[in-house]
């Protein structure tokens, strides 16, 4: 009788030892989870065994901001609080009705300092012009043809008040081809245009889309186009001075010295030629000792955006 409770005893620890065994073996097995299913999709990988996205490419030039890209093509670089000069005013000078022909061009992309050039659009020499400023460092603008009051033809191209917006936004497209690079705009003419509410409302939506700067002739005191670009946030400035109303020397001069002087009362000043009238550039190399010693230097139009922004002239001129 003895010996039957010892064969349970001995029955159950053998059937412990079994189930013991038989769990350790179910334990050491690898588990199914790190075998992926033969679905076509990746199987899951720890976030920190990933491999870094790539950074998102900074915006090209090409792409950026007008005053960015403008910074760009004459070797600055924009800055949110930029350093002021101790000593130095600045004079910008535009030179405007490019694109009619290469000759009257030249002597122009040789003058050493800082110079912007316009060029008029949907002309036969428009597009090569541009190539060639660009090339020679200098800024190029669109000068683009507006209506004047005196009932004058503007040029191929021109945006008038009678036109419909989407006639405006079409020619504002087809001139900006035609001189490819253009960093900004400045009107040819434009006295009538200059002053309608809705025209220059499509022309600076068009500018701000573009991401293009403008700069007002002032052909007309009655211009909305500084309002109108602020509320658009389009980067503004106004002529201050027109060179060349007068071909003698003496009243270029004149023109320069007057330019000085806004220069001088407010800091920078705007200053317009034309390609027609190539003794600006020995009257500019001749008054280089008294630039220096007035302190006042010629610079690009980047560094007068960036330091200041000029109110314009009442002096007119279609």
Same mark, same amino acid.
């Given at each position: 009788?003895?010996?039957?409770?010892?064969?349970?005893?001995?029955?159950?620890?053998?059937?412990?030892?079994?189930?013991?065994?038989?769990?350790?073996?179910?334990?050491?097995?690898?588990?199914?989870?790190?075998?992926?299913?033969?679905?076509?999709?990746?199987?899951?990988?720890?976030?920190?065994?990933?491999?870094? !996205?790539? /950074?998102?490419?900074? *915006?090209?030039?090409?792409?950026? $901001?007008? +005053? @960015?890209?403008?910074?760009?093509?004459?070797? %600055?670089?924009?800055?949110?609080?930029?350093?002021?000069?101790?000593?130095?005013?600045?004079?910008?000078?535009?030179?405007?009705?490019?694109?009619?022909?290469?000759?009257?061009?030249?002597?122009?992309?040789?003058?050493?300092?800082?110079?912007?050039?316009?060029?008029?659009?949907?002309?036969?020499?428009?597009?090569?012009?541009?190539?060639?400023?660009?090339?020679?460092?200098?800024?190029?603008?669109?000068?683009?043809?507006?209506?004047?009051?005196?009932?004058?033809?503007?040029?191929?191209? !021109?945006? /008038?008040?009678?036109? *419909?917006?989407?006639?405006?936004? $079409?020619? +504002? @497209?087809?001139?900006?081809?035609?001189?490819? %690079?253009?960093?900004?705009?400045?009107?040819?003419?434009?006295?009538?245009?200059?002053?309608?509410?809705?025209?220059?409302?499509?022309?600076?939506?068009?500018?701000?889309?573009?991401?293009?700067?403008?700069?007002?002739?002032?052909?007309?005191?009655?211009?909305?186009?500084?309002?109108?670009?602020?509320?658009?946030?389009?980067?503004?400035?106004?002529?201050?001075?027109?060179?060349?109303?007068?071909?003698?020397?003496?009243?270029?001069?004149?023109?320069?010295?007057?330019?000085?002087?806004? !220069?001088?009362?407010?800091?920078?000043?705007?200053?317009?030629?034309?390609?027609?009238?190539?003794?600006?550039?020995?009257?500019?190399?001749?008054?280089?000792?008294?630039?220096?010693?007035?302190?006042?230097?010629?610079?690009?139009?980047?560094?007068?955006?960036?330091?200041?922004?000029?109110?314009?002239?009442?002096?007119?001129?279609?």
């Amino acid at each position: 009788m003895a010996s039957k409770p010892r064969a349970r005893y001995a029955f159950v620890l053998l059937t412990l030892i079994a189930a013991f065994l038989v769990i350790a073996l179910v334990m050491c097995l690898p588990s199914s989870r790190e075998e992926p299913e033969k679905s076509g999709a990746p199987s899951p990988v720890p976030l920190d065994a990933r491999t870094p !996205a790539p /950074l998102q490419e900074t *915006t090209s030039p090409a792409e950026g $901001s007008a +005053l @960015e890209r403008l910074a760009c093509r004459t070797g %600055g670089a924009p800055s949110a609080e930029p350093e002021r000069p101790e000593k130095g005013e600045r004079m910008a000078i535009i030179i405007d009705d490019a694109g009619y022909n290469l000759d009257d061009l030249g002597p122009f992309l040789e003058y050493p300092g800082p110079l912007a050039i316009a060029v008029l659009p949907n002309l036969p020499f428009s597009a090569e012009s541009a190539r060639r400023i660009i090339s020679a460092g200098k800024t190029l603008l669109l000068h683009c043809p507006m209506e004047p009051l005196n009932g004058e033809n503007p040029g191929p191209g !021109a945006l /008038l008040t009678s036109q *419909t917006d989407e006639e405006l936004e $079409s020619l +504002l @497209e087809s001139a900006l081809a035609t001189v490819p %690079g253009a960093v900004g705009v400045n009107n040819h003419m434009g006295s009538k245009a200059t002053a309608d509410e809705r025209l220059m409302s499509v022309f600076f939506s068009f500018l701000k889309e573009k991401r293009l700067f403008f700069v007002d002739s002032r052909t007309t005191v009655e211009s909305v186009g500084e309002r109108t670009a602020g509320l658009y946030s389009v980067p503004f400035l106004a002529r201050d001075v027109f060179i060349d109303n007068e071909k003698d020397e003496k009243d270029i001069t004149q023109s320069i010295v007057s330019g000085m002087a806004k !220069a001088k009362t407010r800091g920078s000043a705007v200053l317009i030629g034309h390609i027609h009238t190539p003794q600006i550039l020995d009257i500019l190399k001749k008054e280089e000792q008294v630039f220096r010693e007035s302190e006042i230097r010629i610079v690009d139009l980047a560094e007068i955006f960036k330091y200041e922004k000029g109110t314009g002239s009442e002096d007119t001129r279609d």
